[in-house]
Each structure stands twice: as C-alpha cells, then as structure tokens.
C-alpha cells in the first residue's frame, strides 16, 4: 500500500499564494517566476515544488490498484475544534491544501 500527500493546485491557498506571488512581482520585477511559489513555500532552498490536480494524480498512479484521491486541509491552531472540523467536512473537500492519494501495489 502506499499513500502520498501532494500539493493541490486547486487549493485556496496555493490560488491566494499564486495571486500574491503575482502582485508582488508586479511591485517587485526582480522576484522569481509566480509559477515558482509552491517551491519557495517549502523554503529557498527546496529543489522542487509542484501543485497537481486529481487528473494530473491518476495519469501519475494509473498502474496502481484501488486508486483512492481525498482532499484535506491542515489542523489550525488558531482555530477551535469546532471550526476545524467545519473546515474539514465543509471547505477541504473543495479547497483542501492536500491531496491524499492511496492506492495498493500495481
């Protein structure tokens, strides 16, 4: 069995992170490529950072068995437990920050 976290490009946050990336590029010429952000999330120093799509994740794990794709977002702190599991259920679905891929051997 194996299971991946991937970055969701559809996520709210990489769509606002990518959106920023791009008015500050505009005040800023000199700040890398906007397509770039998911990297520089992980830090400077990260080598590669790539948001996918379920599609792009099924094309990837085709060979794979019992293909299984969720959408979940962090646990935040700052919020109570009751709004995060509001998040969970309501808003992650549609806009989770991870896509969770879980699929059994080719």
């Known amino acids: 069995r194996i299971i991946i976290m991937l970055y969701h490009r559809a996520s709210m946050h990489v769509r606002v992170g990518i959106w920023y990336a791009r008015m500050a590029k505009r005040l800023r010429p000199n700040l890398a490529p906007t397509d770039d952000w998911v990297r520089q999330y992980d830090g400077e120093d990260n080598p590669l950072g ?9 094309s990837m794990f085709q060979r794979f068995t019992d293909l299984r794709i969720t959408t979940v977002d962090p646990y935040r702190r700052r919020l109570s437990p009751f709004m995060n599991a509001v998040n969970q259920r309501l ?5 989770g920050f991870w896509l969770v891929m879980k699929a059994g051997r080719p």
């Open 50 to 58: 790539k948001a996918y799509t379920r599609r792009e994740i099924g």
């Open 91 to 95: 808003f992650a679905p549609w806009w």
